[in-house]
């Protein structure tokens, strides 16, 4: 039949939709699909979505308050409404996938369905089994709205998804962490966490899983699901969701967590909490995430060829005639402007001056709002002589599989990552000893542009006879933004900086401290 366009009244009238087939997916014998026939109605003020079985009596009513629909495809859907037994550990109490026959009556349900549920919120205010929510996304609420449509819209492209996917370290790692622990995947529901192009939820699916719903929020997730259906051996058990973990509602609770949330030290684009949200609202209890835990891990460095060249791009600045134009009075503020963007590179683990300490971040533990502000106190030992001239860090991720442990690092001298290492370079460097203590803090505070401000302080204490009875010696603290970095992918190596060019820079540095 031709379904009628949603009715423009206040008052809905019931509709009918003939279905090509519908699945119960939490039926307790093995789901097969079955034609169907879907009605909206309005029953003693509560609006409902009915699935009535065409070859038998049996059928399901849907509330249309608790209930959201997901698209598959062109002509199919799955359709997912939350547990209103609040005794009951899981959270929702029944999901069906549907399919139509033709795409015009496909989209007539799709726009019939928002009709009725909107009428459902309007009525649900007064609804005796609590409160309908005001719609608006916890993820949007944090962020912003510009750099969450830059971000989707990054991701939403196959060139990036290639450059993630030809990092063979990545790629392979996490291979060989499904692979190695086919037994927490075999037979197992799986949450695919920020999808992408949906290479992890086939991992999962080539290991055994039951079933793998792939989230993703960008336009990727139309990429995914013609990848996925071009593999269907693996497609038949993997579904994915176009949607935010923040807001999407799946028919069952996951056995495992896999996903890629990790950014440039580690918590950049704060994808790690959606990590967590999706723990929260869907793991099972003792389920497994897959990475586990994460370790940010610190440095002092030497390097006085990036100092120079990091100092000596705000010369421009320094020009007193340009065209006529005196620039000097704006120097200060590329000078400072140029050392808040944190370096990311790939650098000699010889430039490190001590050895490096780290900050552990289970993922299994950590809440949300743990990760809005993350503060490191910082302890090191010099092991040489030498000008420090900032922080180096990198991370690692376990993969706490049940039959092997996997490591993942973008350390220095390890196999260069597409998240190579990232340096915080001081306008001030600090004069240390072999064997001179280092102290200070790395706080992180996240703001809504998915990203993290930076305040790093760095301080050697006095060294040598008396050091015991002194206090801090020589102090420098700089501001970064993660959000805003300088990309440094190649240096060169046989430059040599001389002594008089070094005194030249230190000289500009502090007329720019000067100044400020």
Request: charged share 20%.
């Amino acid at each position: 039949m031709e379904a009628p366009p949603p009715p423009s009244t206040n008052k809905l009238q019931q509709q009918e939709f003939t279905l090509a087939s519908v699945t119960d997916l939490t039926s307790s014998s093995s789901p097969s699909p079955s034609s169907a026939v879907a009605t909206f109605s309005c029953v003693n003020e509560v609006t409902e979505l009915r699935f009535q079985e065409s070859e038998s009596a049996h059928g399901f009513t849907f509330d249309l308050s608790s209930t959201q629909l997901f698209k598959l495809g062109p002509l199919q859907f799955i359709c997912v409404s939350e547990n209103s037994d609040s005794v009951k550990q899981d959270s929702f109490s029944r999901g069906v996938v549907i399919k139509f026959s033709d795409e015009k009556e496909s989209k007539f349900f799709s726009d019939s369905f928002e009709e009725w549920t909107k009428d459902a919120a309007r009525k649900g205010s007064s609804l005796p089994n609590g409160t309908v929510s005001d719609g608006n996304s916890k993820f949007d609420n944090k962020i912003e709205a510009a750099s969450a449509k830059m971000y989707f819209h990054y991701y939403g492209q196959l060139l990036h998804q290639q450059n993630m996917l030809q990092d063979y370290v990545r790629t392979g790692t996490y291979h060989a962490a499904v692979m190695e622990n086919r037994s927490d995947f075999a037979g197992r529901v799986v949450v695919d966490v920020g999808a992408g192009s949906g290479i992890l939820s086939m991992f999962a699916a080539l290991a055994g899983a039951k079933h793998v719903y792939a989230v993703e929020a960008s336009e990727m997730a139309d990429y995914a699901r013609k990848l996925i259906a071009g593999n269907p051996l693996l497609a038949e058990r993997i579904t994915v969701i176009k949607g935010k973990i923040e807001d999407i509602e799946l028919p069952e609770k996951a056995d495992v967590l896999i996903s890629e949330p990790m950014g440039t030290l580690l918590v950049n684009e704060r994808m790690l909490e959606t990590y967590v949200i999706a723990r929260d609202r869907f793991l099972s209890p003792n389920g497994k995430m897959f990475p586990t835990v994460g370790r940010i891990h610190m440095a002092p460095f030497s390097d006085e060829f990036l100092f120079v060249e990091m100092a000596n791009k705000a010369l421009f600045w320094q020009q007193q005639n340009y065209y006529g134009v005196d620039l000097t009075p704006l120097y200060a503020s590329a000078h400072q402007g140029y050392f808040s963007q944190p370096v990311v590179d790939a650098f000699d683990p010889r430039l490190l001056v001590a050895p490096p300490m780290f900050h552990v971040i289970d993922f299994t533990q950590m809440k949300e709002e743990q990760f809005y502000e993350i503060d490191v106190p910082l302890k090191f030992t010099a092991s040489v002589c030498g000008r420090v001239h900032g922080l180096a860090c990198w991370f690692d991720v376990l993969f706490d599989g049940s039959t092997v442990q996997r490591w993942f690092t973008t350390a220095p001298g390890a196999p260069t990552t597409h998240w190579y290492q990232i340096r915080c370079v001081l306008t001030q460097p600090i004069h240390v000893m072999a064997g001179q203590e280092l102290t200070g803090r790395l706080h992180l505070v996240a703001h809504s542009a998915q990203s993290y401000t930076i305040n790093l302080t760095l301080s050697a204490k006095m060294w040598g006879p008396g050091a015991n009875q002194g206090g801090i010696l020589q102090s420098s603290s700089c501001k970064f933004d993660l959000k805003e970095p300088y990309y440094r992918m190649s240096q060169p190596q046989d430059i040599q900086i001389q002594s008089d060019d070094l005194e030249e820079i230190e000289l500009l540095q502090q007329n720019a401290n000067a100044q400020l």
